[in-house]
């Protein structure tokens, strides 16, 4: 079992930076993968990016250039710098565990870009 747990969101401007935190604790060596995904209030889920266990990383193309995935294995900790904010990147945001188990998904953090 894996638990994750979101921090970071908030309300900041167009153009503003925020960085999302993804603290990760349990069965931490079965995580092949963790993935950011984002839902926006009429429900549309979208993949923003992944970081493999080898630390490759991906990026969908809405955010390439403007979001980053990074980690800190000491800290057992996942994090999304998120940069040059726009209002359609309004949405919650959460990191997703692919383990040997399955995947496994925290609660959450919510961000708000306003114009």
């Known amino acids: 079992q894996v638990q994750l747990v979101e921090s970071g969101g908030g309300l900041v401007q167009t153009g503003g930076s925020l960085r999302l935190s993804c603290a990760a604790s349990?069965?931490?060596?079965?995580?092949?993968?963790i993935n950011w995904y984002r839902q926006t209030p009429d429900e549309a889920r979208e993949l923003v990016g992944v970081?493999?266990?080898?630390?490759?990383?991906n990026y969908a193309d809405s955010v390439k250039g403007r979001f980053t995935i990074s980690r800190n294995n000491a800290k057992n900790t996942v994090y999304l710098q998120m940069d040059s904010l726009k209002p359609e990147d309004t949405a919650d945001y959460y990191c997703?565990?692919?383990?040997?188990?399955?995947?496994?998904w925290g609660r959450g953090t919510q961000v708000t870009v306003s114009s």
């Open positions: 349990g069965s931490i060596l079965s995580i092949n993968a």
């Open positions: 970081i493999t266990s080898g630390g490759n990383t």
């Open positions: 997703v565990a692919n383990t040997v188990w399955g995947d496994f």
